[in-house]
C-alpha cells in the first residue's frame, strides 16, 4: 500500500453563488463576490418605455348588480359582449393593455381610430342587448383620452390611462367620454358631436379635466333658413359669442400648431411651450420630457398673443418657416411678428444649434 506524500490532498468545491442561491462556476461567483454592486444593478428593472397614445377605458355599467342577480348568465354576457369589444379593438389597430374583471384596457397609435373604435363598440352593444330583457342588458361606459403612457411587460401605466378610467365615470352606460385633448383633435371631423360637460374633479387626479360627452347618431347638419333670413342675418354685425367662439377656435389650432413644432425639440422649446400654455392639453407631455436626462432648463421670451386677424397672419407666417433651418427666414419671421406667438420659439430655434 503506498504511503501517502507529505503534501495536503486538495479538494475542489464548487462556489455558492447569490444570483442562483446554490452552487455554481467560480468563474461565475468569483466576479460577483468582489463586486457585488454589479449584481445589484443586473437586479434592477430596465428603464420604462415612454410613448405617445390615444387611451380606451371601459367598464360594465352596474356590473355588481347583473352578477348579484345572475353570477352565470352575466359571466356568460360578458364572455360574449368582450368578444364584440376584442374585435373591433383589434379591427380599428388598437392594442389591448390590461383586463380585469368587467373592464377593458386598450392603446391607439391614432386618437380617431380610438374614438371610432369607441362608437363602434356601442353601436354593437346596443344591437346586442335588443333581445335581452332591460334589466339584464349590458352596457358598457366607455372614456378615451390622449397622453403619455408607461409600458412596462405589455402593459401601461401613467396619468394618461389614469384619466381615461376616469373619464368613463362621468358618463352613463352606452356612452363615451372624451377629454379636451381628444375633442381638440377631432372637433372640426365631421359626424361629431361633443357636449361639454365642464371642468370635472375626479378620484386620484390632482387637477380638475376637462370632459365631453361625444353624441352619437344625432343630426348635425345645420338647419337650412330662406334666402331673405340669410340676407339679413349678413347684414348684422357678429355678437360677442360668435367673436368669443371664433377667437377660442384660433387659439386651440395655435396651440396645436405650436406643439407640432415643438414636441421633439429643445429643452428651450418645450419650455417656451409651456410659457405660452401652463395649463395646456400637452403641459405634462412636455414637463415630463423635460425631466428627462440631456435636457437642461433655459429662460426663452414668453410668446405673446395678438388679436385674431393677427394670430391667422402670425400661424401663415410661421407655418411657412417652421421646418426651416435657415437663419435668415427665422429672422424674417421675428421681423414681421418681433411680440408674435412663436416668437419665442424662434429664438429658442436661433439659439441651437441647428440653425444655418
Not at 5 to 20: D, F, I
Not at 149 to 175: Q, S, Y
Not at 182 to 199: I, M, S, T
Not at 269 to 294: D, I, N, V
Request: glycine letters at 8%; charged letters at 25%.
Amino acid at each position: 500500500m503506498p504511503r501517502p506524500s507529505g503534501k495536503s490532498l486538495s479538494v475542489h468545491r464548487p462556489a455558492y453563488c447569490p444570483q442562483q442561491g446554490n452552487a455554481c462556476d467560480p468563474a461565475v461567483a468569483e466576479p460577483i463576490a468582489s463586486a457585488p454592486e454589479r449584481l445589484k444593478l443586473d437586479m434592477e428593472a430596465p428603464e420604462l418605455e415612454r410613448r405617445l397614445a390615444a387611451i380606451l377605458a371601459a367598464d360594465v355599467e352596474g356590473y355588481s348588480r347583473l352578477m348579484h342577480g345572475d353570477e352565470e348568465a352575466t359571466m356568460a354576457t360578458l364572455s360574449a359582449r368582450r368578444a364584440i369589444v376584442d374585435e373591433l379593438i383589434a379591427r380599428h389597430r388598437g392594442r389591448i393593455a390590461n383586463t380585469a374583471g368587467d373592464s377593458v384596457l386598450a392603446e391607439f397609435a391614432s386618437t380617431l381610430d380610438a374614438v371610432r373604435c369607441a362608437i363602434e363598440i356601442q353601436a354593437a352593444l346596443e344591437s346586442a342587448n335588443e333581445d335581452e330583457p332591460e334589466g339584464r342588458q349590458m352596457r358598457f361606459r366607455i372614456g378615451v383620452n390622449v397622453g403619455d403612457v408607461m409600458v412596462k411587460d405589455d402593459d401601461i401605466f401613467g396619468d394618461g390611462v389614469n384619466v381615461a378610467a376616469r373619464l368613463e365615470g362621468l358618463v352613463n352606460g352606452g356612452e363615451i367620454c372624451v377629454s379636451r385633448g381628444v375633442r381638440d383633435h377631432l372637433r372640426h371631423r365631421g359626424g361629431l358631436v361633443f357636449e361639454d360637460l365642464g371642468e370635472q374633479l375626479v378620484k386620484n387626479i390632482a387637477h380638475p379635466i376637462r370632459a365631453f360627452r361625444l353624441r352619437i347618431g344625432e343630426d348635425i347638419s345645420a338647419p337650412r333658413v330662406s334666402d331673405n333670413e340669410e340676407i339679413a342675418d349678413s347684414a348684422e354685425p357678429p355678437s360677442a359669442v360668435a367673436i368669443s367662439e371664433l377667437s377660442a377656435d384660433n387659439e386651440v389650432a395655435l396651440e396645436l400648431a405650436f406643439w407640432e413644432s415643438v414636441k421633439d425639440g429643445s429643452a428651450a422649446e418645450l419650455e417656451s411651450y409651456l410659457e405660452q400654455y401652463p395649463e395646456g392639453t400637452f403641459a405634462p407631455l412636455a414637463k415630463t420630457r423635460l425631466s428627462a436626462p440631456g435636457f437642461l432648463p433655459s429662460d426663452p421670451p414668453a410668446p405673446a398673443a395678438s388679436d385674431v386677424a393677427g394670430d391667422a397672419l402670425d400661424l401663415a407666417f410661421w407655418n411657412s418657416v417652421k421646418d426651416s433651418d435657415r437663419r435668415e427666414e427665422l429672422q424674417a419671421y421675428l421681423e414681421q411678428h418681433p411680440n408674435g406667438h412663436f416668437a419665442g420659439l424662434a429664438r429658442a430655434r436661433l439659439a441651437g444649434p441647428n440653425v444655418a
